[in-house]
């Protein structure tokens, strides 16, 4: 470490969760150990305030509505920042303003459907780049710039993309997203544009786009936006500290989520187990991680074991990914799923597989109540119906769902679904209407 | 008025600003006066918390982040909910916890680009829906749930469909939205029908569709959700609540939103009025409206005028539109255009036009800094720069821009613009990319 960095290695380091080794977050580049294990960061927590001071400051930064220059002094992320990055000089935090999300009571026809009375939603996409990746980019993209980083680059066709091209053009830091040509859709490959970064199309598979990648970061020095970066993790732990604060520092019984690369469960426990280590609450939630069946390797392999961690890990296989509308889920081999298999057996939790139809049909669901979700909520949302129909979670229960995307991203595959739905007139009447209506 | 009606015509009523008649909210359904003008909808005042009182309550409602079983104890709008409709009672409000949005500082490259060292964006694209239609839609919404409306339509391309859909679902009103065959995108006729709305594609223009409303409200007890209704001016109003609450009940030099319709300015100019009146501020902001040269006849006649009222409305002539990508304000003759006039003459505004590769420009500029919006906020943007270079905005002024949707909504034309920045690779070797990348 040199000596201008914003945090020494004695406060803020990586810690391999298989063999134990440490190492520095700033001077990180691989962030896989050679032992092949993740890295978890970790904090030197023993000279924060006391839960009581931070809940009265987390109170207090919630109140008034003030002129506030940095955007972070609006970020529902950076609230939170003793917890998240406490040796982080606020002159590093690299933001735009990201979750400040509503959590709203879930309505009528989704609280009928899943059969829990109370069913709560976080909107985590509405945030800058509409979906949670937010949460976890401004984390990442705040460490880069603490570490003096001057290009970042990720191999990635969904959400992550807009996201680090979002937060980097705020941190004025390159960007280049590398997209397997024909593979995207035209506008997946064109927001990273919109916030300068440079795209790449290659002619090949994703995995040959995330080869170059790892290249480009071992011989060229550039800095990895990918899942595997803990520091966002760090960031997204905010899931749980909002659903603590909202819920007036009481967790809901459970918090059920979507499981793609793992890394929603992953910070959610994480944040957990933090809140409960420092005195914030007593007991955590339960995490309900739910995948499509087309992508289900964590949930099939959880169902088939003895739901030990040790039997889990033995049953686990990555599997060969199907059909489904839950595209940016839809992964054989989870990045995280180590962190996935210890959060959900720490909490207690449990995993849950959702039928395609089903997930599609809690989309509409939720979206007859006015709340537009990606296919990702409908997997969550589809969980929870199962598992109440299964006994694992009671229908009187309070439930969290983590909305991860707004609709709006993933409109193209909700058009497919419902275009039979549009009247086409041949006409132009007002009583041919007024009949088709029964009015 | 039946005796069950939650508010009386002596509490809030509809007033002509043409020849002063008045009309009751809850019966109304034509929103035209028989005398051609446009309503305004107006409040008793004269028993709600005076300003010292009310800026504290405000205050408080923003505080914490307790577990609120209503969405609208989260909404933004209702936050202000005794400016906005004082006589509503609680139960009757619909809301989607909408208009919690962030008022961010623009960042390096968009003060550069307009010369505005003190410029801000609030963000209102970040609301359900992702565009300021909630923020009106919600008070529509909530009134027509208070007359005991059934059914609800709308003529509409744009957001106000989507925005009516979702607030109809979240007040289980039944909705119908009527579109031209051919002349909408997938996605747009698609996002109504995620929330359950009835869409009717007539094989006719747009105008066609408006006809066939108007007959729906006129012959078929049908309630219109369109810009004629005022309500939706009232919960719009909570843009200038919030841009005053946020400076501390100063309001900043300038207000600049693009004029489509007109609704926006309308309603920043009424917020403002009432807020001076109601002894909140002492100065209201200038309001500068914006136009596409594609659809400017408000900004054409304007700067041909003397500036005054009379001479504005004389040079006023609706204009025939051309091509632009700022489509949601693609309008020759706006609807609400007495009131922008009443408001920019009232606040000592100004109106711009903006060029059409300027406002593109404006989206990438505001892209680069993090910020994706929508092609009619460039039109704001690229109206204050303009302003700045006449020397009508001063460079140190302090100007807000209405963000108006994010840009997700009009990726689509995004996606041309930005197209051939996608640099296409025929290989997969990392020495290619890096190359590419000046590595």
Known sequence: MNITS????????????????????????????PCGGLYDVEHDFSHIPT?????YLFNLRMGGFNARPEPWEQSGVWRYRELIMPFL???QIVSLAEGNVPIVRAGHNLREWTGVKNLWLILEGMTPTGSFKDYGMTAL??????????????????????????????????????????????????????????????????????????????NYGVYPANSLNPARIEGHQATAFQIAHYFGWNMPSWIASPVGNGS????????MRLLKERGFVTDTSRILGCQSEAACPLARSWSNSDRTKKGWLECYQP??????????????????????????????????????????????????????VCPQTGTALAGIRRAVYRGVIRPYDTVVAVSTATGLKFAESATRHLEKKIVRLDNCNTSSVAKILQL
């Open 6 to 33: 914003p945090f020494s290695v004695n406060q803020t380091w990586l810690r391999c969760m298989q063999c134990g080794s440490i190492y520095s977050l700033l001077a990180e580049r691989q962030f896989r150990c």
């Open 141 to 218: 993209m705040s460490v880069a710039k603490a570490a003096g980083i001057k290009a970042v680059a990720c191999a990635s066709t969904d959400d992550t993309s807009a996201s680090a091209a979002a937060f980097a053009a705020a941190a004025r830091i390159k960007c280049s997203v590398l997209m397997p040509a024909g593979l995207v859709t035209a506008v997946q490959g064109v927001h990273p544009a919109i916030h300068g970064a440079f795209i790449i199309m290659l002619p090949g598979s994703f995995d040959d786009c995330m080869r170059v990648q790892q290249e480009l970061v071992a």
């Open 319 to 372: 599997m060969e990914v199907g059909e489904t509308t839950a595209t940016a889920a839809r992964i054989g081999n989870p990045v995280s799923k180590d962190k996935v298999i210890r959060e959900v057996i720490a909490s207690n939790g449990a995993m849950e597989i959702a039928m395609e139809g089903m997930l599609n049909e809690a989309v509409a669901v939720c979206g007859s109540d006015g709340i537009f």
């Open 264 to 271: 929603n469960c992953s910070s959610v426990g994480k944040g």
């Open 89 to 91: 000089p606020p002159d």
């Open 51 to 55: 839960a009581g001071e931070l809940k």
